[in-house]
């Protein structure tokens, strides 16, 4: 089936962080390599760079979905919200509200408090959050279509830390799409969660850190093509004994 | 009078949110604005005036993941 974005549907499964890269010429030539439909960014003082680097993500023509990256509060997230719709003219909000400095893990009691508030005032949301199974379901009651939980911490590489809570969330949740937003390194850990049947990845690290981003945004292309056409092919079940692939029947006498 | 500009003291002459930032070059920039930690949107800027001491917070697309 096909999950939509709040009405959007994209024409890649990929997002991509707008963050790290070595140059702006970097940046966009990972977008072009990637063929990302989505490009995420975030609101800061205004330095000086704001007004080029707003000029540069528009020329990248995805969508754009602002975040809340480093908002701790409630509150914070919430007030940076209601900037980042004026600044994107954009209702989406990928909504970050961080319960630890370590592990960057989302705090899910200010996750879902916020994302109460956000959609009652017409927010369509992103959810940054865990893999836990209640918390999805309180964000899908609390108004939200489309959640984003993460495989790994931010910025690790790590992959997919508990598969088998990624796959939960794909079994109950099947009307909601569902974005692996965190953790990911390498393009075996996208087409990974793609066979999964998960709905899009988003990446930034493991692209804008590689040592040649825009190869590594290709072959991230490459791995969520390949997972998203083996998830609409319906893989084979796994079994523990071994079954020949080729006929018993005819084989010659030879012993 | 003196004010907090993203975190840096300023002294400014404008006495709304939208005079200062014209002060500051950012009349039409692309930035979203709070005043003391609560949003002001853009149409509400020549309305909100200002108190000395003042933190004033002026927003532009930067980096994200």
Known sequence: MTRDFYGVTLETPLMLGTSQYPSPAVLADAFRSSGASVATVSLRRE????????????ELGTHILPNTAGCHTVKEAVTTAHMAREVFETRWI????????????????????AARILVAEGFEVFPYTTDDLVLAERLVDAGCRVLMPWAAPIGSGLGIN???ALRTLRAHLPDV??????????????????????????LNTAVAKAGDPAAMARAFSLAVEAGRTAYLADPMEPRDMAAPSTPVIGKAWLT | MNIQFNGETR????????????????????????????????AARESRELQPGDRIE???????G
């Open chain 1, 47 to 58: 330095m000086g760079a704001g007004q080029d680097f707003w000029s540069l993500v528009q």
């Open chain 2, 58 to 64: 002026a927003l532009a697309p930067m980096m994200g």
């Open chain 1, 94 to 113: 990928k909504l970050e509200v961080i319960g630890h400095t370590d592990t960057l893990q989302p705090d899910p009691f200010g996750l879902l408090e």
């Open chain 2, 11 to 42: 002294t400014v002459h404008g006495r709304t949110l939208a005079a200062v930032l014209e002060e500051l070059g950012l009349a039409n920039a692309k930035v979203a604005t709070a005043v003391n930690s609560e949003f002001v949107p853009a």
């Open chain 1, 162 to 164: 508990n598969r088998y």
């Open chain 1, 177 to 202: 799409a569902l974005v692996v937003d965190a953790g990911l390194g390498v393009p075996s850990h996208a087409a990974s969660v793609m066979e999964m049947g998960y709905d899009a990845v988003l």
